[in-house]
Nanobody
Framework: QVHLVESGGGLVQAGDSLRLSCAAS????????MGWFRQAPEKERECVAA????????AYADSVKGRFTISRDNAKNTVYLHMNSLKPDDTAVYYC?????????????????WGQGTQVTVSS
């Protein structure tokens, strides 16, 4: 059974940094593209970052480009989201997701497995 477990969320002030982690089990991690999504109240879930199975390719939403960095450690079956210069608009539940195959994607429907989410709250 596949499990994705996020951690690292919390309450921070604007301008602070956080690092989210997502530990994967029950799948051959190195054969999955990974993504970080977020969902704010009354908004659609959106992809903020994705990384290819090797880690050689990444992509970001315009709203986080230059502030967030996605990375992965295939030896630890873990994907990370480093978030800098956080803004109140970044407040959301953050989910990691796994997509079988090499090509990264921002489309929610293409992801096979999801974590339970971790709350990030940024106060002004």
């Amino acid at each position: 059974q596949v499990h994705l477990v996020e951690s690292g969320g919390g309450l921070v002030q604007a301008g602070d940094s956080l690092r989210l982690s997502c530990a994967a089990s029950g799948l051959t991690f190195s054969t999955y593209c990974m993504g970080w999504f977020r969902q704010a109240p009354e908004k659609e879930r959106e992809c903020v970052a994705a990384i290819s199975w090797s880690g050689s390719s990444t992509a970001y939403a315009d709203s986080v480009k230059g502030r967030f960095t996605i990375s992965r450690d295939n030896a630890k079956n873990t994907v990370y989201l480093h978030m800098n210069s956080l803004k109140p608009d970044d407040t959301a539940v953050y989910y990691c997701a796994a997509r079988r195959g090499p090509a990264l994607s921002g489309l929610r429907s293409l992801y096979n497995y999801w974590g339970q989410g971790t709350q990030v709250t940024v106060s002004s």
